[in-house]
């Protein structure tokens, strides 16, 4: 009786894996050095001339990437350089704020084609799920031609997530208890969907358009409604098995504070979130301390600004 060989499957998934890997190291290649040609693409993914034909190939058929002018000739015939075909594929990009609903297209550079902000209606799980999907069905059919371009949908919010599962562990403004969000957006739209913690996200984002783009290793620190990191290793955003590295809002700095809404008292987003800091100024200014911020026109914003000018 012949039995299946265990390790067959692992094997195939190894070779998807590898394959995978080798896509985005040549796309990234692309992106960094366009316009390049092929033979440039072996030479800094060091990859063999055969294998990057081939996913420069597939890579041209799926539209993620197009060829461009031709190179200027240093002896036989020139060389057609490649570029990422960003206006090609679009992400429709969705944040879970705390009050708001925010809605943007992105193409592949990172440029924001359009945004929309709408009230969330209800704090309850289901409800909001049943907003966003009325929501994503307008963008939908709002514009074919943008619809047609839209390859994945990805969501961020604040909170405990399960990047892998796509699921939202626990929010503390929201009913979603393992909720799997992912799951019932693909169910009903047929577009691959992501979810991430909104600060890791923010992390990324920075790694690849904003100011740590040649930086490999970084934090970035996020102080809003609560107190939030994403932290990058080589280029990668740490999450941890529990789906926790980073939340350094509930580090407890003072035994004596407020109790948070994890349990805890005096962490760290009782202290510094954006209402305390205003609270604390606002009590300044009652008090009679100078200031170039006025009382009457008050606001977060003006406090952050008036910080970065001293």
């Not at 197009?66 to 960003?86: F, H």
């Not at 704090?123 to 371009?149: R, V, Y």
């Amino acid at each position: 009786m012949l039995q299946n060989n265990p390790t067959t499957g692992s094997v195939i998934a190894n070779i998807d894996n590898i394959k995978q890997i080798n896509y985005a190291a040549i796309y990234k290649v692309i992106e960094k050095h366009t316009p390049i040609s092929r033979v440039k693409i072996a030479n800094l993914s060091k990859l063999a001339p055969a294998s990057v034909t081939k996913i420069t190939r597939q890579l041209l058929e799926s539209g993620l990437i197009k060829e461009t002018e031709r190179q200027a000739s240093t002896g036989g015939r020139s060389a057609i350089s490649l570029a990422p075909n960003g206006e090609a594929i679009h992400v429709l990009a969705i944040t879970i704020g705390r009050d708001l609903l925010s809605i943007s297209r992105y193409d592949l550079f990172g440029n924001a084609l359009t945004t929309k902000d709408v009230n969330i209606e209800s704090t309850n799980g289901d409800a909001l799920m049943l907003q966003i999907s009325h929501e994503i069905h307008l963008q939908l059919n709002q514009n074919k031609e943008f619809t047609t371009k839209i390859s994945a949908i990805a969501f961020t919010l604040s909170g405990l997530v399960n990047t892998k599962e796509g699921t939202i562990i626990y929010s503390s403004r929201y009913s979603f208890d393992q909720f799997p969000l992912v799951n019932n957006i693909e169910k009903t739209f047929n577009i691959p969907t992501f979810i991430g913690n909104h600060t890791r996200a923010l992390s990324l984002a920075e790694h690849y358009f904003g100011a740590s783009r040649d930086c490999l290793d970084s934090i970035l620190l996020s102080v809003h409604h609560g107190v939030g990191s994403g932290i990058l290793i080589q280029g990668k955003c740490l999450i941890g098995e529990n789906c926790n590295i980073g939340e350094i809002g509930h580090i407890q700095v003072n035994p004596a504070g407020k109790q948070c809404h994890c349990g805890n008292f005096g962490c760290l987003e009782t202290e510094i979130n954006d209402n305390i800091i205003f609270e604390k100024v606002q009590m300044a200014l009652e008090r009679g301390s100078l200031s170039s911020l006025e009382l009457d026109t008050l606001s977060i914003e003006k406090i952050y600004q008036a910080y970065c000018r001293s």
